[in-house]
């Protein structure tokens, strides 16, 4: 696994993007430290200029809901709907819901005053 991308990897992605635009492979090449795929979804998910990196609003969250309704996980499409979101947002932001929905945090079963009632009930 890869470690994170360096703020001088990303400088240098942007300049090789500005001369190479999308020829991946050209740009790996010219890195040498990354594969093509990895350098097209950093650019893409994290420095086109394009990309909205605020936290989404809640008209956009709700939006997503409802298109998740109707196209269920395609996030790439959702994204279409999004003027500057990834679908790497999209999908981030549905993981999350998901998860809070099916696993909400509980408290533990037995603590420690529950325990202490437990062995006054038995004395």
């Known amino acids: 696994m890869s470690s994170h991308f360096t703020p001088a990897e990303d400088a ?18 010219l890195m040498r430290t990354r594969s093509a795929r990895s350098i097209r979804e950093r650019y893409v998910h994290h420095l ?18 409802q298109l998740h309704k109707i196209h269920g996980s395609k996030y790439v499409l959702i ?3 999004l003027s500057g979101r990834t679908s790497l947002q999209v999908k981030n932001f549905c993981y999350n819901r998901f998860r809070r929905v099916t696993h909400p945090l509980q408290p533990p079963a ?4 529950s325990k202490m009632e437990i062995s006054q009930l038995l004395n």
């Open 48 to 65: 086109s200029p394009g990309i909205d990196l605020s936290p989404l609003t809640f008209d956009e969250q709700n939006k997503i809901r």
């Open 79 to 81: 994204a279409r709907y």
């Open 110 to 113: 037995y603590t420690r005053s």
């Open 12 to 29: 240098q992605l942007i300049n090789l993007f500005r001369v190479f635009g999308s020829r991946w492979r050209q740009i790996a090449a």
